[in-house]
């Protein structure tokens, strides 16, 4: 991922995350949330391990490292994913992205916490224009929410998984700056965090259940390899180069493809608030990515 510059990551995040929240509505049904979320992974993680060996790259780590590892598997990988799976059985899957275009200034304020990241206010400004845009986008389904226990309960498990989305961020920031490799820490991440969600289904008494269908598993191949290994590759090289609240941006930008994808595949109705809402974010994307030499710190 070396080579690729940071619009090339950036855009590979957006375009193949935006697609895959319609790629989670395949996974809902049969098999129970935590177990798909343990495949996903498991197969991820099995597919880096084996691109790993394939290169040479150093897959041994210290116990105290794999502490991290395991920290960072079970926020980024594991609760996270399960909180979003569950939620899109609550509320429809815009919701659940609207809420993640929350973790740019989440991850601001975790970031500055734990490693006195500052805060500039071209960021705070981009991130607001961002959150406004993706608000305006969704507003009819904000609109369209019933007041009944289940979308409560659908809103709480999104806010969780953004909560444990920006948690994981801050853990691969850890590891980043202790020099772990991206592609060993991803596969040890990746199978820590399935294997966590099967013991977890496990537990609560969920079954190893397998839909042998067509959809089930195409969507759970495009899930592991291109949604997990693919992107998160990308994404963890976006996370060193330009920070976790730049790359969070991500997050803001993923719902507008997927507002595209259910605009083709779910008959998303357009109207003048999404063309609204489409050009706040892409301001916002342009304010918060511009380089400056000087950023003022934000007040």
Known sequence: MTSFSNF???????????????AITFQLGTVAPEISVGYRFVLASAALFAYCGWRGLKLRFTLREHVDLLLFGASMFCISYIFVYYAETYIVSGMVAVAYSASPMLNMLMARALFSTPMTTRVVVGALFGIAGIVCVFWHAFANISASRNAELGAILTVLSVVASSAGSMFAMRIQKSGY???????????????LALAIGLILGKPLALEVTGSYIGSLVYLAIFGSVITFACYLTLLARIGAARAAYVGVMVPIVAL?????????????????????SVA????????????????
Not at 12 to 22: Q, R
Not at 186 to 195: D, P, V
Not at 284 to 299: E, H, M, T, Y
């Open 8 to 22: 090339h990551l950036f855009a590979i995040c957006v375009l193949i995350w935006g697609s895959t929240w319609l």
């Open 181 to 195: 490799s991206t592609w060993s820490s991803m596969a040890w991440g990746m199978l820590y965090g399935g294997g």
């Open 260 to 280: 595209g994808v259910s605009f083709f595949f779910e008959k998303f109705a357009w109207g003048w608030l999404t063309t609204l809402g489409v050009v706040l």
């Open 284 to 299: 916002g994307n342009i304010v918060i990515l511009r380089g400056r030499q000087k950023d003022q710190p934000a007040s």
